[in-house]
């Protein structure tokens, strides 16, 4: 069964703040002294409780840096939490810096492997899916060129090609992506919803609510990285659009 549980998690990053001295300071203090180095912190989440299990479909909602993509980086293992407990049971497939880990002077061939393999394939596992990798990016010869020579949209082609080929018990999506031109726009869309349709459980930040309304059983709405609501997708998306303006006036 698979499962996602957090339990009063926090997360804080350590942020590093260098203090500018003047030349006369710098020359005063010897040419060896380093400038003085202070290390501070800034909590991203706090406190955040909730469970996740199989069937459930959840949107993540709240303003701009409310702490969304984090919470779903978090929930990848990207980021460690500084405190609580957190429990992730399933294979995780992250829709998020897809094209991460391509190298631009190895083929696109090579890059499917290279790609694969970070989320987790064998060469056993990618053989069989090759063929339809290569169908769906409809790039053709250009899979014997290094990627750069590609332009962005067939970057992002092979990519979500790569990146979809799975399929994941629990899946993470931050945002929609543009995959290319307006066809295949739509060919990735039905591909995405039918990765939607079959992961177990399917976590997915994201500014179109009335997708999110329809798609999604519960929503997260985040707010300066604590939860503001936790409920019914048409409920909580209802009370977001009535309060968000008051929100962001308060911040």
């Not at 998020?96 to 064998?122: C, K, M, P, Q």
Request: net charge neutral.
């Amino acid at each position: 069964m698979s499962y996602i549980q957090f339990s009063n998690v926090d997360l804080e990053y350590p942020i590093r703040e260098n203090y500018s001295m003047t030349f006369k300071e710098f020359v005063l203090r010897g040419l060896l002294r380093k400038k003085k180095t202070a290390v501070q912190s800034v909590k991203a989440l706090s406190d955040l409780s909730f469970d996740i299990h199989d069937g459930e479909r959840v949107g993540i909602i709240g303003l701009n840096g409310a702490g969304k993509s984090t919470l779903l980086r978090t929930i990848a293992g990207v980021y460690p939490i500084s405190g609580g407990q957190r429990d992730v049971n399933g294979a995780v497939c992250s829709l998020f810096d897809i094209a991460l880990g391509f190298d631009f002077n190895a083929t696109g061939w090579r890059n499917v492997h290279i790609r694969s393999y970070l989320h987790g394939e064998t060469p056993a596992t990618i053989q069989p899916k090759l063929e339809e990798i290569a169908d769906f990016t409809e790039l053709g010869d250009f899979l014997n060129l290094p990627l750069r020579c590609y332009s962005t949209g067939m970057v992002m082609r092979l990519a979500f090609a790569v990146a979809t080929s799975r399929r994941p018990e629990i899946l993470l999506i931050d945002e929609v992506f543009s995959t290319g031109d307006m066809l295949f726009q739509k060919k990735a869309e039905a591909r995405m919803r039918n990765l939607l349709q079959t992961a177990k459980i399917v976590v997915m930040v994201g500014h179109d609510l009335a997708f999110l309304k329809e798609f999604c059983t519960t929503i997260i709405w985040l707010h300066h990285g604590r939860i503001q609501a936790v409920g019914p997708a048409r409920e909580i998306i209802q009370a977001y659009q009535s309060n968000a303006a008051q929100l962001l006036h308060a911040a």
